[in-house]
């Protein structure tokens, strides 16, 4: 029996040379590269999918469109009418899983990275048998049910968390709420890194609960630990500073502008390395290195993993100032021949630039430096080799001295 064929789809047209980008790999497609003379968006729905066309008419594959969006549509397959229906969910997470199965032992990691593992708009953290998603674009959040189906025929997870209460979906016309369509989520987490447990919240804590990209950057962060005081500014749950601890740090100071937070570091640290002495400053970050720079307080150890300072490109110039202070504050802060260990979280902010930045602030010092390690995200964070704004984390240790 012939298999009927498939129903086409709407389709969006683009202009003239606007198709390069999407030929070298990237997913999205914003606004105005549309030929809305021959395909207006006003003429799509939130998440409807279309076969994406050059200016010549070639197809160049599917995506699904938001028009109320400045990224407008964002491919999920080089095929022309290929739905994002279970099937292809099923294909993309199964890879995505078997990536993860080989990199790590046990179930605790960031299964699905949205364009990093070709499923844009979708993330997915694994904590053993429960799961934490987010669905950020129209698109994605339209396939919803056979996304959860998905999920739970590959992994039976015990609950499901839907954390959709971001500002990106704002951007995408959607609702920000928080569902638990399986189960009974935990309210707190037990994460095992490094040789570590740490407790986090889950159902009121940041995101969705733990950070799992920077787990290869805090066991590096550790090695400089033995025997000296470590500060850990940004602190949330504390992984700098317990990592830290565990390794054999002196003593660890907590930083962060969240009680709550505080309070969460100072019990890791008290679970994980009871032995290590421990104190928690609470208040804004940068005031409070201020504060400890001027009366005197040295670390051998500091580490600074701020919020994403840049979170829009119009906000460059203040965000670059508030890197610019923090490791500046940072340096003043370390002993003769210690390490800073430095984070940006703004994709916006490339790596060379906050690697100019500390190199700035330690000439002004009269600091030698030697730059020890440059680190990312983990490879559960998959960056897309044709788009730059996945490649978001960065870290950088550097080891610093005073002339003599």
Same mark, same amino acid.
């Given at each position: 029996?012939?298999?009927?064929? #498939?129903?086409?789809?709407?389709?969006?047209?683009?202009?003239?040379r606007e198709d390069r980008r999407l030929r070298a790999g990237h997913l999205w497609i914003f606004s105005n590269e549309v030929d809305v003379a021959r395909t207006p968006l006003t003429g799509f729905a939130p998440g409807e999918p279309a076969t994406v066309l050059d200016a010549g008419g070639r197809p160049l594959g599917t995506a699904y469109v938001n028009p109320a969006s400045l990224i407008c549509a964002r491919l999920i397959s080089h095929a022309p009418d290929t739905p994002l229906d279970a099937a292809l969910l099923r294909d993309r997470l199964t890879h995505a899983l078997t990536l993860r199965e080989r990199l790590f032992d046990a179930p605790w990691y960031r299964l699905c990275h949205g364009e990093g593992d070709f499923l844009p708009g979708l993330v997915v953290d694994r904590y053993d048998d429960v799961l934490a998603v987010q669905l950020t674009t129209a698109g994605m959040d339209a396939r919803r049910d056979d996304l959860l189906a998905?999920?739970?025929d590959l992994l039976h997870p015990s609950a499901v968390l839907l954390r959709n209460d971001i500002p990106a979906r704002d951007l995408e016309g959607l609702p920000r709420l928080v569902e638990t369509p399986l189960g009974t989520?935990?309210?707190v987490l037990s994460v095992p890194e490094n040789g570590a447990r740490f407790s986090v919240p889950f159902l009121e804590g940041q995101k969705t609960g733990w950070f799992y990209d920077q787990r290869a950057n805090r066991a590096e962060a550790a090695r400089y630990a033995r025997g000296v005081d470590v500060l850990d500014?940004? =602190?949330?749950?504390?992984?700098?500073g317990v990592a830290?601890?565990? &390794?054999? &740090?002196?003593?660890?100071?907590?930083?962060? @502008?969240?009680?709550? &937070?505080?309070d969460c570091a100072s019990a890791n640290l008290a679970a994980n390395a009871p032995q290590c002495p421990g104190e &928690?400053?609470?208040?804004? @970050?940068?005031?409070?290195?201020?504060?400890? #720079?001027?009366?005197? #307080?040295r670390f051998g150890l500091v =580490?600074?993993?701020p919020p994403a300072f840049i979170k829009r490109r119009k906000d460059a110039a203040r965000g670059l100032t508030a890197y610019r202070r923090a490791n500046s504050l940072a340096l003043d802060l370390l002993t003769d021949d210690g390490v800073l260990v430095s984070c940006s979280c703004s994709h916006h902010l490339d790596a060379a630039v906050l690697r100019h930045i500390i190199t700035q602030a330690a000439a002004r010092r009269r600091l030698h430096g030697q730059v020890l390690y440059l680190g990312g995200q983990g490879p559960d964070h998959p960056i897309h080799t044709a788009m730059p704004e996945t490649a978001y984390l960065k870290c950088v240790a550097a080891r610093f001295r005073r002339p003599q």
């Open positions: 029996m012939r298999e009927e064929p #498939r129903p086409t789809m709407q389709q969006l047209s683009l202009k003239r998905v999920l739970d989520p935990p309210a500014a940004f =602190c949330y749950a504390g992984g700098f830290a601890a565990v &390794a054999g &740090a002196a003593s660890v100071t907590f930083m962060d @502008a969240s009680s709550d &937070a505080l &928690a400053l609470h208040g804004d @970050a940068l005031t409070k290195l201020a504060e400890l #720079r001027d009366t005197g #307080r =580490c600074i993993d």
